[in-house]
């Protein structure tokens, strides 16, 4: 399988956000095609990751079922990707209702598990699971932490090979690793998110309370860049000390910094990564952090080129 212990193959990635992990695939204007997965793969990426809404799409009690027009679209979507040699990262995304109650949701969370090791165990090695997107707000690093084995556990009955990715508590903050247990289990690849600095990736974002002030906001002087180095290398010297792989499970800057900073930020932020031996997974393909414009049917050059150019971080 894809996967071998202290390293893993994960590589370059990108999100498919905003499509499966929309309350329904196109409320957020953006549906998958097969063609984006050719997108993906022509432009040199390893990975996609599929964000997926599961809560939305299942029974409210016990079994929890969940539909089955989503699981014939998650089943279409992660062929598409493996028939072309990508991995693909399939988590759980926007489960608002978990972070609110953790115990009371908790019974949900697991049903959802089971239901998805048992229908992809016997799938290739390059499926991935996430367990969770961000977990926060009541989802606290002591929740989180009694979570994690329970719902491992759950995999781990129906497909004890499956490489799993867990992020810390706090959105899958780097300042929350150090809070963050990991279970006894040699399939697991920790996972952070990275937008570093908030006033610069999320201005104008209109789901920031407040990130209209921060328009305007500019980075990349050396004081800027070393923040970066030194997040990225606190981050990846923590994983190295538990001998876990590091996958940056989401990084992107949003559309308001302007094509020319967010091209500066994303070369700099994916050349650190690398350079730290990190995989990665860009947010987000085709929408509002988007690399790709789907109206125009073509890649936004100077992020797919930040994205998997050639780097030089100097020009950057
Ligand atoms: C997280 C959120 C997603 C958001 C992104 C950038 O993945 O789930 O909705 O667009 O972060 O803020």
């Not at 180095?229 to 940056?248: E, K, M, N, T, V």
């Not at 930020?265 to 690398?274: G, I, K, Q």
Request: glycine share 10%; with cysteine.
């Amino acid at each position: 399988m894809a996967f071998d212990g202290m390293s893993c193959r994960l590589g370059r990635g990108i999100s498919f956000g905003n499509a499966l992990d929309a309350p329904r695939e196109g409320d957020a204007g953006f549906r998958l095609h097969e063609r984006y997965f050719a997108e993906v793969r022509d432009a040199g990426f390893d990975t996609v990751r599929l964000p997926v809404r599961w809560s939305a799409h299942a029974g409210g009690s016990s079994p929890y079922t969940i539909s089955p027009a989503l699981f014939e679209r998650v089943d279409w979507a992660i062929g598409e990707a493996l028939r072309r040699d990508l991995n693909i990262v399939l988590n759980v995304h926007h489960y608002d209702e978990l972070n609110d109650a953790p115990r009371g949701q908790r019974p949900r969370f697991l049903g959802l598990w089971r239901q998805i090791a048992a229908r992809y165990a016997g799938w290739p090695g390059r499926l991935y699971f996430e367990l969770l997107n961000e977990p926060r707000g009541a989802m606290t690093a002591g929740a989180w932490n009694e979570l994690i084995p329970l719902a491992l556990a759950v995999i781990r009955e129906r497909d004890p090979g499956r490489a799993v990715i867990v992020g810390p508590a706090r959105m899958n903050d780097i300042g929350a690793l150090p809070e963050l247990e990991l279970p006894d289990d040699d399939r697991l690849v920790v996972t952070v998110h990275y937008y570093a600095p908030l006033e610069f990736t999320h201005q104008g974002a209109p789901w920031r309370a407040g990130a209209d002030q921060w328009l305007g906001t500019t980075w990349g002087d050396d004081a800027d860049r070393r923040a970066v180095s030194d997040d990225l290398a606190r981050a990846a010297s923590w994983a190295a000390a538990r001998g876990r792989p590091l996958f940056i499970g989401e990084f992107g800057c949003y559309e308001r910094a302007g094509l020319a900073a967010r091209e500066q930020w994303t070369r700099f932020v994916r050349l650190e990564a690398e350079r730290l031996g990190l995989s990665w997974c860009y947010w987000e393909f085709g929408t509002d952090f988007g690399a790709f414009d789907p109206a125009r049917n073509s890649w936004r050059e100077p992020l797919r080129d930040a994205l998997t150019g050639d780097g030089n971080p100097l020009a950057g």
